[in-house]
């Protein structure tokens, strides 16, 4: 017996039904926090981020236990950290307070990122996220500079409205989710292009092979450029220095 194929109208329906389930409390509750990042975000007076993403779960090597996959990540926190002291650093040199680092707030290469710009002085921010699993504040944030979403999909929206620039280091769902949504943003024209920075080559080049979605014709050739690699603290800074420099030539003497 043929397969009956579901006509428009209860497509539609369903849609309206869905609509209907959404209630109302839910709406207003992702406009609220929507706006209440947005009130921390201008009272913090920060018009410029360089967010950082990366696993949840990639540990300083102090805490792995001499087991070789954890050792060899671990080597990521420390890169994230010492790249984080140096964007931090600069930016509290220059005095570029409508500037922010952030990250997911959280462990991991959040933890490392928070803590290199603490050990620079610098106030990260911290999107932090509600989920049922490695859910904890990151001890480099102070309360007042962390920001707790419900919804990813608000989180990513602020990770991404003031970003000047994006640092992936290696992750897993979560960091690719953030990465591919900011690619596929770029790509479809929603948002401006701004410089994006996937950090350790051995890791990525394992996981992605992005060229076969160009040999396929499934992205542009041009696409593959939206990206780029950098594989070590030294060149990261070659790219990510200048980019502060140009902020600070452009804002730094702004006042707030
Ligand atoms: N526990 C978490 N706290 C804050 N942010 C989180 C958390 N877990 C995931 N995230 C977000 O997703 C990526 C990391 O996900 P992985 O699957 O571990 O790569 C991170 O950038 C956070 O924004």
Redesign the pocket.
């Known amino acids: 017996m043929a397969k009956s194929t579901p006509d428009f109208n209860q497509a539609e329906m369903r849609v309206v039904d869905a609509l209907d389930q959404l209630e109302k409390g839910q709406a207003e509750h992702l406009s609220m926090e929507w706006l209440a990042a947005e009130k921390t975000f201008n009272g913090e007076r920060v018009k410029h981020t360089i967010s950082i993403?990366?696993?949840?779960?990639i540990p300083e090597p102090e805490h792995c236990d001499n087991d070789d996959p954890c050792l060899a990540m671990a080597k990521y926190y420390q890169e994230a950290r010492e790249l984080s002291a140096r964007i931090g650093r600069y930016i509290e040199e220059n005095n570029m307070n409508q500037t922010r680092l952030i990250t997911?707030?959280?462990?991991?290469i959040?933890e490392a990122a928070s803590r290199g710009a603490f050990d620079a002085g610098h106030h990260s921010i911290g999107l932090?996220?509600v989920?049922p699993k490695?859910?904890r504040l990151n001890p480099f944030i102070a309360a007042k500079h962390s920001i707790e979403f419900q919804y990813f999909a608000l989180r990513k929206m602020h990770f991404l409205k003031r970003a000047r620039a994006l640092i992936v280091f290696p992750?897993?769902?979560?960091?690719l989710d953030?990465l591919f949504e900011t690619l596929t943003l770029i790509q479809t024209g929603k948002m401006p292009r701004i410089p994006i920075f996937v950090y350790g080559k051995a890791f990525w080049d394992r996981l992605l092979n992005v060229q076969h979605l160009a040999d396929t014709g499934l992205i542009d050739q041009r696409d593959l450029a939206l990206y780029h690699m950098v594989d070590s603290v030294e060149e990261a800074w070659e790219w990510i220095g200048p980019i502060l420099a140009d902020l600070n030539t452009e804002y730094g003497t702004e006042s707030p």
């Open positions: 993403f990366g696993s949840a779960r997911g707030g959280g462990p991991g959040m932090n996220i989920i490695e859910q992750g897993g769902f979560g960091t953030e």
